[in-house]
T-cell receptor, first 115, second 112 residues
Framework: SQTIHQWPATLVQPVGSPLSLECTVE??????LYWYRQAAGRGLQLLFY??????ISSEVPQNLSASRPQDRQFILSSKKLLLSDSGFYLC??????????????FGPGTRLTVL | SQQGEEDPQALSIQEGENATMNCSYK?????LQWYRQNSGRGLVHLIL?????REKHSGRLRVTLDTSKKSSSLLITASRAADTASYFC????????????FGRGTQLTVWP
């Protein structure tokens, strides 16, 4: 069976510090991968998605970047965090080739607080 | 920007009652999905309805889709305290790349 992991679960960082959040998927190959951010009391905003190693598409201009160094690993990074980067970060995956026709499977999320 | 807009933003009911949540969207779609989120947790998929479907059932869930009005509704029958969660609709905006665009959600509270 497939599982998705995110770490860390919670993170408190000062403004201006770097960020690295990791997401890994087990039990599948070449999944589509997604990063979302959820501000307090809000819906999810799609940040990045990837259909393969090294292939990253950005949905919104921002202070963040994403990378996919391995097939089942998706990294969300920032060189200098802003207060507005605080939120709940969720990683999700879909099986290769399912595109718009299938459900997304979400990880447990990382709660980021920037002080 | 948000794609879906759920209403109401918050809904409070007693156990045993039915809960109805609505979602409106603005673009063409291939499908519409509903997800549930318990506080501080990841999202769990509930049901997917394709653009050529009008109604779909799964257990105590009933979803309708009206593409002419660009709206959908999620009905939870005989609600339970364990149904307390936030419910989100999401659409693909017609894309086949698997990107989803979520609404702000409805916070459902079911009182025992």
């Amino acid at each position: 069976s497939q599982t998705i992991h995110q770490w860390p679960a919670t993170l408190v960082q000062p403004v201006g510090s770097p960020l690295s959040l990791e997401c890994t998927v087990e039990g599948t190959s070449n999944p589509n991968l997604y990063w979302y951010r959820q501000a307090a009391g809000r819906g999810l905003q799609l940040l990045f998605y990837s259909v393969g190693i090294g292939q990253i598409s950005s949905e919104v201009p921002q202070n963040l970047s994403a990378s996919r160094p391995q097939d089942r690993q998706f990294i969300l990074s920032s060189k200098k965090l802003l207060l507005s980067d605080s939120g709940f970060y969720l990683c999700a995956w879909t099986p290769e080739g399912t595109g718009a026709m299938g459900e997304q499977f979400f990880g447990p999320g990382t709660r980021l607080t920037v002080l | 920007s948000q794609q879906g807009e759920e209403d109401p933003q918050a809904l409070s009911i007693q156990e045993g009652e039915n809960a109805t949540m609505n979602c409106s969207y603005k673009t063409s779609i291939n499908n519409l999905q509903w997800y549930r989120q318990n506080s501080g947790r990841g999202l769990v998929h509930l049901i997917l309805i394709r653009s050529n479907e009008r109604e779909k059932h799964s257990g105590r869930l009933r979803v309708t889709l009206d593409t002419s009005k660009k709206s959908s509704s999620l009905l939870i029958t005989a609600s339970r305290a364990a149904d307390t969660a936030s419910y989100f609709c999401a659409t693909d905006r017609g894309s086949t790349l698997g990107r989803l665009y979520f609404g702000r959600g409805t916070q459902l509270t079911v009182w025992p």
